[in-house]
């Protein structure tokens, strides 16, 4: 089994900075990929962007340029450093992590951009 723990959420106003972070714990053998999601009030939960074990990133096309993913193996750690950012990215941020054939999620946290 595999914990993770979101921290690093608040609220902040348009065009602020927040950095997510995401620690996994527990039986840990070879993480593959680390992802952020995020679910807004109403609607679906979407991906946002991930991070492998090789280093190649993906993003959402609407924060491109805005958030960048990074992990620290050592730590097992995955951090969403999010700038520039807009009321609609307000929602509750969950981390994902994949080891084998599991999926491991965290319990969110919520970020708020308003003025």
């Known amino acids: 089994q595999v914990r993770l723990v979101e921290s690093g959420g608040g609220l902040v106003q348009p065009g602020g900075s927040l950095r997510l972070s995401c620690a996994a714990s527990g039986t840990i053998f070879n993480i593959y990929a680390m992802r952020w999601y995020r679910q807004a009030p109403g609607k679906e939960r979407e991906w946002v962007a991930s991070?492998?074990?090789?280093?190649?990133?993906n993003y959402l096309d609407s924060v491109k340029g805005r958030f960048t993913i990074s992990r620290d193996n050592a730590k097992n750690t995955v951090y969403l450093q999010m700038n520039s950012l807009k009321p609609e990215d307000t929602a509750i941020y969950y981390c994902?992590?994949?080891?084998?054939?599991?999926?491991?999620w965290g319990q969110g946290t919520q970020v708020t951009v308003s003025s």
């Open positions: 994902n992590v994949v080891q084998g054939t599991n999926y491991y």
């Open positions: 991070i492998l074990n090789g280093g190649s990133t």
